[in-house]
């Protein structure tokens, strides 16, 4: 990635950042995308280069970090095992970024109740559908490479993106409520799917 794209993806990941750290504290109505853009330190016409919505820019770092996650998986020795590689490559992705090193939420519990206030607004929460539908078509077409297989006939590549994609959502909502890590908990998640999913021992 060239000097330019990398001044972009870091302009696309503080405005998306300030976007939910912002609705997170206030509440999705009362920010407006003038705020978002003071607090990254552009314009609004530059938000709006990057972004149709203050929805957008929320459910973009979902769709950002699976894309970057399709891109590692490509990139990842060929001989590795899927689901090994597939780790790898998500893992390298929860890493937090400048923008949040700068800007912790040092309040876990109100952290915690302002994202779930967050994703219930039906705007993000259709961003989010269509985030997801569009992150699991780029995952599933790195597995499709890997595998030999084809996104478009074969369940088994859409099967993986799904999976992987569940695992991450589910690991994101744990870690709201969990004295863990979403990176704990999301390998947690990966080794019980390779696993095969066994019941619980009681």
Not at 115 to 125: E, G, H, K, N, S
């Given at each position: 990635?060239?000097?330019r794209?990398?001044?972009k993806q870091?302009?696309r990941?503080?405005?998306s950042?300030?976007?939910?750290?912002?609705?997170?504290?206030?509440?999705?109505?009362?920010?407006?995308?003038e705020?978002i853009a003071t607090?990254?330190?552009?314009?609004?016409?530059?938000f709006?280069?990057?972004?149709g919505?203050?929805a957008?820019?929320?459910?973009?770092?979902h769709?950002?970090r699976?894309?970057?996650g399709?891109d590692?998986?490509?990139?990842?020795?060929?001989?590795e095992?899927?689901?090994d590689?597939?780790?790898?490559?998500?893992f390298?992705q929860?890493?937090?970024?400048?923008?949040v090193?700068a800007?912790?939420?040092?309040d876990?519990?109100?952290?915690a109740a302002g994202?779930?206030?967050?994703?219930?607004?039906?705007?993000?929460?259709a961003?989010?559908l269509?985030?997801?539908a569009?992150?699991?078509a780029?995952i599933?077409?790195?597995v499709?490479?890997?595998?030999g297989?084809?996104?478009?006939?074969d369940l088994?590549?859409?099967l993986?993106a799904a999976?992987?994609?569940a695992?991450v959502?589910?690991a994101?909502?744990a870690?709201?409520?969990?004295?863990s890590s979403i990176?704990?908990?999301?390998?947690?998640?990966?080794q019980?799917?390779?696993a095969g999913l066994?019941p619980p021992?009681?």
């Open positions: 990635m060239g000097l794209e990398q001044k870091a302009t990941s503080a405005l950042w300030a976007a939910i750290r912002l609705i997170v504290e206030r509440g999705y109505d009362k920010v407006l995308v705020d607090e990254a330190g552009v314009s609004p016409r530059t709006n280069n990057y972004f919505s203050k957008e820019a929320v459910a973009s770092r769709l950002d699976f894309r970057r399709a590692a998986l490509r990139a990842r020795p060929a001989g095992p899927l689901w590689a597939i780790t790898h490559a998500i390298d929860l890493t937090p970024g400048p923008e090193t800007h912790p939420h040092p876990r519990a109100a952290w994202v779930q206030l967050m994703t219930a607004a039906p705007a993000i929460q961003e989010i269509r985030a997801g569009l992150a699991q780029a599933a077409a790195a499709a490479e890997r595998t297989t084809d996104p478009t006939t088994y590549p859409n993986v999976t992987v994609l695992a959502n589910v994101s909502q870690s709201l409520v969990s004295r990176q704990e908990l999301l390998a947690e998640a990966l019980q799917i390779t066994p021992i009681s």
